[in-house]
């Protein structure tokens, strides 16, 4: 059965600080891996990747896969308050799409 | 627990027809979301519910999508008459709380196809 996995699931940090959120994986059929950002209801999108070892930015974020490895790493650099949300990342397996349960990113002033 | 549960998983369909997609939630959860994706809009917020009751439908693209929780725990998402415009992954989300800002855990979808 395909899966998904994101550690940490919940992760408190003071502004300024950097995080490393992970998302591991195993699907049959591998077509790319979704970042998204979630505070209030919907999801928003942040990054695909479908390539290993090239790092998509954006401003203080940023993502990475390995598709060896099988697994992606969401950077924040910086961190503020306003980064405070859950974290999904999800696979399309060209099949449907499979959602790891998200981190919970909490950042204190 | 098994998760939040879809059926069917797939869907391929002839535009006209009723389509009915179904969500159960995770036990013990109140909220209910359903999503869709496609390619050109991304992750699109449909309606969601709390406590069974419609909190936010104003993503519901027109009145040929209606959306139930007739218990709380199941929710159906019904399109008739569908449109080939229709064709997307459409995903249920359940959470505990008002729905505002908790953990959403998502089923796997169900992918529509209508031709």
């Known amino acids: 059965e395909d899966k998904v996995v994101q550690s940490p699931l919940s992760l408190v940090v003071h502004e300024g600080d950097t995080v490393t959120l992970n998302c591991s994986y195993e699907v049959t059929n591998f077509r790319s891996l979704l970042w998204y950002k979630q505070e209030k209801k919907a999801p928003t999108f942040l990054f695909m990747l479908?390539?290993?070892?090239i790092e998509k930015k954006s401003g203080r974020l940023s993502s990475i896969l390995d598709k060896k490895e099988l697994f992606s790493i969401l950077n924040i650099t910086a961190t503020q308050t306003g980064d405070s949300a859950v974290y999904l990342c999800?696979?399309?397996?060209?099949?449907?799409?499979?959602f790891g349960a998200g981190t919970r990113l909490t950042v204190k002033p | 627990d098994a998760g939040v549960i879809q059926s069917p998983r797939h869907e391929v369909t002839e535009m006209g027809q009723e389509v009915t997609l179904r969500c159960k939630l995770i036990s013990g959860h109140n909220s209910l979301f359903w999503y869709r994706q496609t390619m050109m809009r991304g992750l699109e917020l449909l309606i969601y519910f709390n406590n069974n009751v419609p909190i936010d439908d104003s993503g519901m693209p027109e009145d040929r999508f209606s959306a139930k929780m007739p218990n709380a725990s199941f929710s159906t998402l019904k399109i008739q008459p569908s449109e080939p415009r229709d064709s997307a992954v459409y995903f249920c989300a359940s959470s505990s709380g008002t729905g505002n800002g908790e953990t959403q855990y998502f089923g796997p979808g169900t992918r529509l196809l209508v031709l």
């Open positions: 479908t390539s290993s070892g």
């Open positions: 999800a696979v399309d397996n060209n099949n449907d799409m499979r």
